[in-house]
């Protein structure tokens, strides 16, 4: 009977808490390693956890769900540096295309939009498409996500207030 008992003795199997706790600082450090960056070895390891997580049920009966984590973090970081290496790539083409710099906005211009800026955030938007981009009303309702009417407010209020910060009549 005694021997019988023994048999029927299952490890319990490792719950995800301890697991994370054990290996995190190993991952974030293979993932710096990887990366050379602090703050993307840690984002690294959190997606990597997070992907554990949901696994868990089936990667708690692995040997070793550590290498899986490990092979998690690997593909990130090459995903991130292909994809950091085809954005480089992009911007560089964009900078052999570039357009002339723009000139330095006149004093008063730039005062004017540094008011601009100011205007609560619609209101701003507002006036920067109407009046830099020469927008119609009706496409700036459509950039902003509301209606004409509600885009013809955001105009109306930001001139307004746009006039009582320059001290001129709206």
Same mark, same amino acid.
């Given at each position: ?21 054990? %290996?995190?600082?190993?991952?974030? !450090? ?5 990366? !050379? +960056? ?9 997606? =990597?956890?997070?992907?554990? @997580? ?11 769900? !550590? ?9 990130? =970081?090459?995903? !991130?540096?292909?994809? +950091?290496?085809?954005?480089?790539? &992009? #911007?560089?083409?964009?900078?052999? @295309? ?5 000139? %330095?906005? %006149?004093?008063?211009? =730039? /005062?004017?939009?540094? @008011? ?11 006036? &920067?498409?109407?009046?830099? %981009?020469?927008?119609?009303?009706? /496409?700036? &309702? ?5 209606? /004409?009417?509600? =885009?013809?407010?955001?105009? @109306?209020?930001?001139?307004?207030? #746009? ?8």
């Amino acid at each position: 009977m005694r021997q019988m008992e023994e048999t029927q003795v299952v490890s319990r199997p490792e719950r995800f808490d301890d697991f994370y706790r054990r %290996e995190f600082k190993l991952v974030v !450090g293979l993932a710096y390693a990887l990366s !050379g +960056s602090r703050n993307s070895a840690e984002d690294l390891a959190q997606e =990597a956890f997070m992907a554990a @997580h949901r696994e868990w049920d089936k990667l708690q009966t692995y040997d070793n769900p !550590g290498a899986w984590v490990r092979r998690v973090v690997a593909n990130k =970081a090459v995903s !991130g540096f292909r994809r +950091s290496a085809t954005e480089m790539r &992009a #911007l560089a083409k964009l900078a052999v @295309h570039r357009l002339e710099p723009l000139s %330095e906005m %006149e004093p008063d211009d =730039a /005062e004017f939009w540094g @008011h601009v800026r100011d205007l609560p955030k619609r209101q701003s938007q507002a006036i &920067a498409l109407f009046y830099l %981009e020469d927008r119609p009303v009706a /496409e700036i &309702a459509r950039i902003l996500g509301c209606t /004409e009417s509600t =885009a013809k407010v955001h105009l @109306h209020k930001g001139r307004t207030n #746009l006039a009582a910060k320059l001290g001129v009549e709206a």
